[in-house]
């Protein structure tokens, strides 16, 4: 599992790191029953505290995305397959709401808009 730290992004460390270990998940990268780094082996290969690292984790398993066994480390859950159409739809209404608010900010209005998705659609 290869995951990159934006230090200059906006968003904070460990966010990325949930998202970034929650995508994997639904895309099948990372299984159910895989183990996940532990957290100080985590945190020294990207160079971040291991706080920040048992915070991410701490939220992927309250959401249910990974299970941790004290002593023995945290794994991948099964993931219901609903879950993983859920969260790949609510990614691509994430982008197409910055996308929409990126065409008013440029005065392209919602008929043009319309047209260039549908334009998109046809092409695919």
């Known amino acids: 599992m290869k995951l990159i730290i934006q230090h200059s992004s906006m968003i904070p460390i460990y966010e990325q790191l949930v998202e ?4 994997a998940i639904i895309q099948g990268t990372l ?8 957290v100080r082996a985590l945190a020294k290969e990207l160079k971040i505290s ?3 690292v048992k915070k991410a984790y701490d939220a992927l398993d309250q959401e249910g995305m990974i299970q941790t ?3 023995k480390g ?5 993931v219901n397959p609903s879950i993983k159409w859920e ?3 609510k990614s691509i209404q994430e982008e197409l ?3 929409v608010a990126k065409a008013k900010r440029i005065g392209i209005s919602e008929g043009e808009l319309l047209e260039l998705v549908q334009l998109i ?3 695919s």
């Not at 970034?20 to 995508?23: A, D, E, R």
């Not at 299984?31 to 780094?37: K, M």
Request: net charge negative; proline share 6%; hydrophobic share 35%.
């Open 97 to 99: 709401e910055l996308i």
């Open 31 to 38: 299984n159910e029953n895989d183990p996940l780094p532990s």
């Open 69 to 71: 066994v004290h002593g």
């Open 20 to 23: 970034q270990i929650k995508g």
């Open 74 to 78: 945290s794994f991948v859950s099964g």
């Open 121 to 123: 659609l046809e092409e």
């Open 50 to 52: 291991a706080l920040t």
């Open 87 to 89: 969260e790949q739809v």
